[in-house]
């Protein structure tokens, strides 16, 4: 079987190539960008096909669905970070929403039947009342960035190419995973990354945060490309599933747990920069819809994705 991964030098595509390799009879190809970074996966060369690839480009995006003819794709290239959304909403909004409309139209201009993981966000959510918690998929969307706006549009877009073309889109939202790889800009590795640097002397023990009393709802990324595998596997085109642990967690407690894997004493400090101009107070999902169909449930502590993200960081520092 031949798949292709869009965005596989990111932090998910990595880990979901491999998985691949590791547990399927699969043949893995991936779309790059000319300027993308390899580390994640300097490790798989020889191992997976690249191409190089703009997926704003539809000439681009056609070449190379037609080169690799996909039984499956998996769509994670995008724009992910939520504060950047804010100081680059067009390049957000076009990333996201025009590259998911070249691949859809590719497929669908080549007559390919292909099935379409969509790697939706819980982000689509947006405000949520207490009394919505824990989240279904049954829920509003009221995003609240650009990136949950963006998210949003390639949801229904994926759901209506299933309707108007009877195309295999699996639509998953997936809450927030994190684990080794992950970008020094997310929450996870930010803080990780600052105790591996003031662990070296790198630098002054003061931790910089932002909003420490959110609550969000963690899966390691492990478990989660796993999960990617199964909704293309057991799940129904044109429906959507949540994935996630349905255990939210505050910022705080993220911080406190990275913080008692060191002996280093820090200062915590607000860094206003850190703060969005509008966020989401508590994101806990219910994912039971796709645990029945797929038999999942994340099965890596947290407190062992939390080690993990801070070797990782000790590693590189």
């Known amino acids: 079987m031949r798949v292709l991964i869009t965005g596989i030098t990111g932090f998910v595509g990595s880990h979901l190539a491999d998985y691949l390799l590791n547990n399927e009879d699969v043949e893995v190809c991936g779309i790059v960008r000319w300027r993308s970074q390899k580390e994640n996966i300097e490790h798989l060369e020889g191992k997976i096909k690249l191409f190089e690839c703009n997926i704003k480009d539809m000439t681009s995006v056609h070449k190379v669905i037609n080169t690799v003819k996909p039984e499956r794709i998996f769509h994670l290239a995008a724009q992910s970070f939520v504060p950047a959304s804010w100081s680059a909403p067009a390049e957000t909004l076009s990333t996201n929403i025009i590259g998911e409309l070249n691949i859809f139209e590719s497929v669908k201009q080549m007559g390919f039947d292909s099935v379409i993981h969509i790697a939706g966000s819980s982000e689509e959510y947006g405000f949520v009342k207490p009394d919505e918690v824990p989240i279904t998929e049954e829920n509003p969307l009221r995003p609240l960035s650009p990136y949950g706006v963006s998210?949003?549009?390639?949801?229904?877009?994926?759901?209506?190419?299933?309707?108007?073309?009877?195309?295999?889109?699996?639509?998953?939202?997936?809450?927030?995973?994190?684990?080794?790889?992950?970008?020094?800009?997310?929450?996870?590795?930010?803080?990780?990354?600052?105790?591996?640097?003031?662990?070296?002397?790198k630098k002054n023990p003061v931790m910089l945060v932002g909003n420490l009393e959110a609550q969000r709802d963690f899966t390691d990324v492990r478990d989660i490309v796993k999960a990617y595998w199964l909704s293309t596997e057991r799940c129904k085109p044109g429906e959507v599933y949540n994935i996630c642990s349905g255990e939210p967690r505050t910022i705080q407690s993220i911080l406190d747990t990275l913080l008692s894997f060191t002996d280093v004493k820090v200062e915590v400090k607000q860094d206003t920069e850190r703060i969005r101009p509008s966020d989401v107070f508590v994101l806990a999902g219910d994912s039971s819809k796709f645990r029945e169909k797929t038999d999942w449930k994340p099965e890596i502590p947290f407190d062992q994705t939390l080690r993990d993200t801070l070797s990782y960081w000790r590693e590189r520092v």
């Open 151 to 201: 998210k949003v549009a390639q949801d229904l877009l994926g759901y209506q190419y299933f309707k108007s073309y009877g195309m295999k889109i699996i639509r998953t939202r997936a809450f927030n995973h994190t684990g080794p790889r992950r970008g020094e800009v997310f929450v996870c590795s930010n803080f990780a990354k600052q105790i591996a640097e003031i662990e070296k002397g």
